[in-house]
């Protein structure tokens, strides 16, 4: 079993930046690529990042140049530094990991507005 632990959610204006962490405890070595997920209301959750156990990343059109996913390895941590935010970057954030099984975290609400 994967717990996942989000946090560094928040209230930004546009333009403003967060960093979310994702930290991750249990079977970590069974964890291969880990993920960024969004939800906003009324809307289905979509992939905002994605990167592999190698480092390699992907992103979604909509926040290429402005998100930025990492991991740390060593802290067992995952991060997604968002600059530039949009007030249709406000969503729920979602920590996800795979492995033999698929797992997410709770959640952290984003929200940007003036």
């Known amino acids: 079993q994967v717990q996942l632990v989000e946090s560094g959610g928040g209230l930004v204006q546009p333009g403003g930046s967060l960093r979310l962490s994702c930290v991750a405890s249990?079977?970590?070595?069974?964890?291969?690529?880990m993920r960024w997920y969004r939800q906003a209301p009324g809307k289905q959750r979509e992939l905002v990042a994605h990167?592999?156990?190698?480092?390699?990343?992907n992103y979604a059109d909509s926040v290429k140049g402005r998100f930025t996913i990492s991991r740390d390895n060593a802290k067992n941590t995952m991060y997604l530094q968002m600059n530039f935010l949009k007030p249709e970057d406000t969503a729920v954030y979602y920590c996800?990991?795979?492995?033999?099984?698929?797992?997410w975290g709770q959640g952290t609400q984003v929200t940007v507005s003036s």
């Open positions: 990167i592999t156990s190698g480092g390699s990343t």
């Open positions: 249990g079977s970590i070595s069974s964890i291969k690529a």
């Open positions: 996800y990991a795979a492995g033999p099984e698929n797992y």
